[in-house]
Each structure stands twice: as C-alpha cells, then as structure tokens.
C-alpha cells in the first residue's frame, strides 16, 4: 500500500480540510484508513503537551487507533516554517527519520493512508532537505491541493511542475476556493484542467465557515485513488 502525500499550493489552502474528507470517502468505501501529519507547527499545550488541530483531524476522520505521537510525532508551537521551529525548540529534522516514523506507523493491515505535509512542497526540513523528500522517501503518491484565490495558476503549475522533475506522477488535485466570489473561478479551473495531467478529484467551491470534511466530501470523487 502506497500512501498517499497531501500537499498544498501554499499554506491555509484547506489541505487537512481536503485530507479529511477523503479519508472519510475512503471509510465510506469500506477501507481501514489512517492518517499521519509528520510535522506541525502551530501547536497548543493540552494537558501537558503539544497538540495541533489539523492533525486531531486526521485522526477523527481516519478512524484510526494510532496515539497522538505516532500521528503527529514532531509539534511545535510556533505557528512559523517548521524548520525555524524547530531549530528554537532544538529539534533537528531529517527525511530520513521522519520518513522511516511513516514507514513503521503504516506497517500494518491498512488500505488507505494519507501523510499531510506542512504548507508547500518545497518547505524546508533543514539546510538541505525539503517535505518533498519525506514523499520521495516514503514513495507516496501526491495529492496537491490548489487554493484558489488570486496567483494559483503559476503557484499549482509551479508545484505540479516540480513534483514532475521529482519523478513522482500526481495521483490528482483539487481545486478548494478560497474566497467568497473569486473572479472567473470557473475559467480557472479550467485552465488547471487543461494544464495538470492529473485527475481533477474535486472542484470545493467557497465554505467559509461551514468548512468541514463533511462539507468538501459532497464535491470530491475518491473513486481514481481507490485500490
């Protein structure tokens, strides 16, 4: 079983919202699920420790009876770029552990699995390495989630174009509106249907504070990721 890799065009795109509501679809479809957020930041202290709200719902939507450090094992509070976290807070990160944490969470009798990364493709982990490479590492599918607002046909084309160079295919996309009338919405996810080889999973029109994994599940087609 290949996970899947949630990524986005930016960050706050509705990437965990998106994540959810497949995992959901996937259950739906009768498949053991789980969900893993490798690294978060914008973390909050709940009973004693570091707790991130994206990653909470992965695991409501997943079903999933891994524990909180196994879903999320790097949090860190600072809602900044993961790596400047985590250099504050002393942590060192690598591809290779945080890749090979997948590796052993999902060593187990499951159908579907989703890895969200943290913002963009290209965040950094350290001076050399990228999320990107934990997708590469793990040999995840990618899944890019487009924020559609002013600027998102160079920011997607841009991510589909490096997810390519990787040598990774797309398994799909999804365009998740992110303002209340954006201009000529339709004819940008047109252009992006032209443009992305991928499947298109889903067009998420604007749900402003109704958004929620139910929500989006209602305009996503899970069926092109199914085994």
């Given at each position: 079983m290949r996970p899947f890799f949630v990524t986005g065009t930016d960050t706050e795109v509705g990437?965990?919202?998106?994540?959810?509501?497949?995992?959901?679809?996937?259950?739906?479809?009768?498949?053991?699920?789980?969900?893993?957020?490798?690294?978060?930041a914008g973390c909050s202290r709940e009973n004693g420790r570091l707790v991130n709200d994206?990653?909470?719902?992965?695991?409501?939507?997943?079903?999933?009876?891994?524990?909180?450090?196994?879903?999320?094992?790097?949090?860190?509070?600072?809602?900044i770029a993961p790596h400047i976290a985590a250099a504050q807070a002393g942590i060192e990160l690598s591809a290779a552990k945080l890749s090979a944490h997948c590796r052993a969470a999902l060593a187990r009798d499951i159908d579907f699995a989703i890895v969200e990364g943290a913002g963009g493709w290209f965040v950094p982990l350290n001076p050399t390495e990228t999320l990107a490479d934990v997708c590469l590492d793990l040999g995840a599918r990618p899944i890019l989630v487009v924020g559609m607002k002013l600027g998102c046909l160079n920011h997607a084309l841009l991510t589909a174009d490096a997810i390519a160079k990787a040598g990774v295919e797309m398994a799909g996309w999804v365009a998740n509106c992110q303002e209340p009338a954006m201009p000529v919405f339709g004819e940008n996810v047109a252009t992006l249907r032209e443009r992305l080889s991928a499947p298109c999973l889903g067009v998420v029109p604007h749900l402003g504070k109704a958004a929620s994994p139910e929500a989006a599940a209602v305009h996503l087609d899970i069926r092109p990721l199914l085994p």
């Amino acid at each position: 079983m290949r996970p899947f890799f949630v990524t986005g065009t930016d960050t706050e795109v509705g990437k965990t919202v998106i994540a959810a509501a497949l995992l959901r679809l996937a259950r739906q479809h009768g498949l053991r699920c789980a969900a893993l957020k490798p690294v978060a930041a914008g973390c909050s202290r709940e009973n004693g420790r570091l707790v991130n709200d994206d990653a909470l719902q992965l695991i409501a939507a997943s079903g999933t009876d891994l524990d909180y450090p196994t879903v999320n094992p790097v949090a860190l509070e600072p809602a900044i770029a993961p790596h400047i976290a985590a250099a504050q807070a002393g942590i060192e990160l690598s591809a290779a552990k945080l890749s090979a944490h997948c590796r052993a969470a999902l060593a187990r009798d499951i159908d579907f699995a989703i890895v969200e990364g943290a913002g963009g493709w290209f965040v950094p982990l350290n001076p050399t390495e990228t999320l990107a490479d934990v997708c590469l590492d793990l040999g995840a599918r990618p899944i890019l989630v487009v924020g559609m607002k002013l600027g998102c046909l160079n920011h997607a084309l841009l991510t589909a174009d490096a997810i390519a160079k990787a040598g990774v295919e797309m398994a799909g996309w999804v365009a998740n509106c992110q303002e209340p009338a954006m201009p000529v919405f339709g004819e940008n996810v047109a252009t992006l249907r032209e443009r992305l080889s991928a499947p298109c999973l889903g067009v998420v029109p604007h749900l402003g504070k109704a958004a929620s994994p139910e929500a989006a599940a209602v305009h996503l087609d899970i069926r092109p990721l199914l085994p």
